[in-house]
């Protein structure tokens, strides 16, 4: 299924590549990584500013054994799409809103970070380098991922002397092997992804590591994804391991509060004002995970799952099943007008998006 039909051909002028489409099956684009032809790095001293960072032809990076992010896990990430539109201009999604969460990360994680300005013209440049790597309209996106590291040797636990801001992109499709079909979800009893006072509302790395295990176990007894529950009182609604939830009742739309243990997902709050613009109530609670049972809907949403419809969710033992198997009206529904802003086939009346 691997889409490459040869290796991308390296340049040291992009500009004149970047006018053609890589030479890639597009229609089988999955949520793997394939290598394109530029990353972006920029770097910092401990109390200094990033200084002007450059694209460079995508590699192998070197860092010292001994590196921050390697030893005691000083790192964040983001994650945001770069959509080509039917006139074959590239659209970002509110670049500004990754950057401002790596900020409010980097706080947390006792790092320097870059400046939004800095954050969006290093995804722009990015994006243009990598142009051809950008998917036809309709067949995918261009998924961006900057990375902010302790890239400076440490021994003792501190904060790394030296930082390290890179992006790099790559082409994706669907998340979920399942595609746009429903996905099936268990709800983790043990296990928990985040803890008051802890680091799960904010992008780092780490959050990832600890629910590989769950994930592992849940995709080999066939499930799509793992749904955690408050680590206190084991019962309210968190996330899943890469997405925020949301509860569909009637004219309802319920998802787990912003409250430190979740993420605060570009996505959920873009399909927030989304839903509300549309006549929904939207309400952000505590979701005890009582209500999964009588809800009419359950979908997903992250910038690497979108908009994904939940078509069961086992807990305790029984399965709650939602829908013929198909997208729900509501989930249907939000799907289609985000992605639409996204891709530039509706008016963005809210200046969401950024042409470049
Ligand atoms: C995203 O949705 O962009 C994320 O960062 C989740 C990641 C696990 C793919």
Same mark, same amino acid.
């Given at each position: 299924?691997?889409?490459?039909?040869?290796?991308?051909?390296?340049?040291?002028?992009?500009?004149?590549?970047?006018?053609?489409?890589?030479?890639?099956?597009?229609?089988?684009?999955?949520?793997?990584?394939?290598?394109?032809?530029?990353?972006?790095?920029?770097?910092?001293?401990?109390?200094?500013?990033?200084?002007?960072?450059?694209?460079?032809?995508?590699? %192998?990076?070197?860092?010292? #054994? +001994?590196?921050?992010?390697?030893? $005691?896990?000083?790192? @964040?990430?983001? /994650?945001?799409? *770069?959509?080509?539109?039917?006139?074959?201009?590239?659209?970002?999604?509110?670049?500004?809103?990754?950057?401002?969460?790596?900020?409010?990360?980097?706080?947390?994680?006792?790092?320097?970070?870059?400046?939004?300005?800095?954050?969006?013209?290093?995804?722009?440049?990015?994006?243009?380098?990598? %142009?051809?790597?950008?998917? #036809? +309209?309709?067949?995918?996106?261009? $998924?961006?991922?900057? @990375?902010?590291? /302790?890239?400076? *040797?440490?021994?003792?636990?501190?904060?790394?002397?030296?930082?390290?801001?890179?992006?790099?992109?790559?082409?994706?499709?669907?998340?979920?092997?399942?595609?746009?079909?429903?996905?099936?979800?268990?709800?983790?009893?043990?296990?928990?992804?985040?803890?008051?006072?802890?680091?799960?509302?904010?992008?780092?790395?780490?959050?990832?590591?600890?629910?590989?295990?769950?994930?592992?176990?849940?995709?080999?007894?066939?499930?799509?994804?793992?749904?955690?529950?408050?680590?206190?009182?084991?019962?309210?609604?968190?996330?899943?391991?890469?997405?925020?939830?949301?509860?569909?009742?009637?004219?309802?739309?319920?998802?787990?509060?912003?409250?430190?243990?979740?993420?605060?997902?570009?996505?959920?709050?873009?399909?927030?004002?989304?839903?509300?613009?549309?006549?929904?109530?939207?309400?952000?609670?505590?979701?005890?995970?009582?209500?999964?049972?009588?809800?009419?809907?359950?979908?997903?949403?992250?910038?690497?799952?979108?908009?994904?419809?939940?078509?069961?969710?086992?807990?305790?033992?029984?399965?709650?099943?939602?829908?013929?198997?198909?997208?729900?009206?509501?989930?249907?529904?939000?799907?289609?007008?985000?992605?639409?802003?996204?891709?530039?086939?509706?008016?963005?009346?809210?200046?969401?998006?950024?042409?470049?």
């Amino acid at each position: 299924n691997y889409p490459f039909r040869r290796a991308a051909v390296l340049s040291d002028s992009y500009s004149t590549e970047a006018s053609e489409l890589a030479d890639i099956e597009w229609d089988n684009l999955g949520f793997g990584f394939l290598p394109t032809d530029y990353m972006y790095m920029m770097k910092c001293t401990r109390g200094g500013n990033f200084s002007k960072g450059e694209l460079q032809q995508f590699g %192998k990076i070197e860092l010292s #054994p +001994s590196a921050g992010v390697l030893n $005691y896990g000083q790192g @964040l990430f983001e /994650g945001l799409k *770069a959509y080509r539109k039917e006139d074959g201009n590239i659209l970002l999604f509110r670049p500004e809103e990754n950057a401002l969460r790596m900020r409010l990360g980097a706080e947390r994680m006792c790092m320097p970070s870059p400046t939004v300005e800095q954050f969006v013209e290093a995804v722009k440049a990015t994006v243009l380098a990598n %142009k051809r790597w950008v998917p #036809p +309209s309709g067949k995918g996106s261009l $998924y961006i991922r900057p @990375l902010l590291m /302790g890239s400076g *040797a440490v021994l003792g636990l501190a904060p790394a002397p030296e930082y390290t801001f890179l992006i790099y992109v790559s082409p994706v499709g669907n998340y979920f092997k399942e595609g746009v079909a429903p996905i099936h979800l268990i709800v983790e009893n043990e296990l928990h992804r985040a803890t008051p006072g802890g680091t799960g509302g904010v992008k780092t790395i780490g959050n990832y590591a600890a629910v590989l295990k769950a994930q592992s176990v849940a995709k080999a007894k066939g499930y799509s994804d793992v749904l955690y529950l408050d680590c206190v009182h084991k019962k309210y609604l968190e996330e899943v391991s890469s997405c925020n939830i949301f509860v569909v009742k009637g004219n309802v739309i319920s998802t787990p509060a912003i409250k430190g243990t979740i993420l605060p997902g570009i996505t959920r709050k873009s399909i927030i004002d989304v839903a509300r613009s549309r006549g929904f109530q939207v309400e952000e609670r505590l979701v005890p995970v009582e209500e999964l049972l009588d809800a009419d809907e359950v979908f997903c949403t992250g910038t690497a799952v979108v908009v994904s419809p939940v078509g069961s969710i086992t807990y305790k033992g029984e399965r709650v099943s939602y829908g013929a198997d198909g997208f729900g009206a509501v989930s249907q529904q939000l799907y289609s007008v985000l992605t639409r802003l996204q891709m530039g086939l509706i008016e963005d009346k809210m200046d969401w998006t950024v042409e470049l």
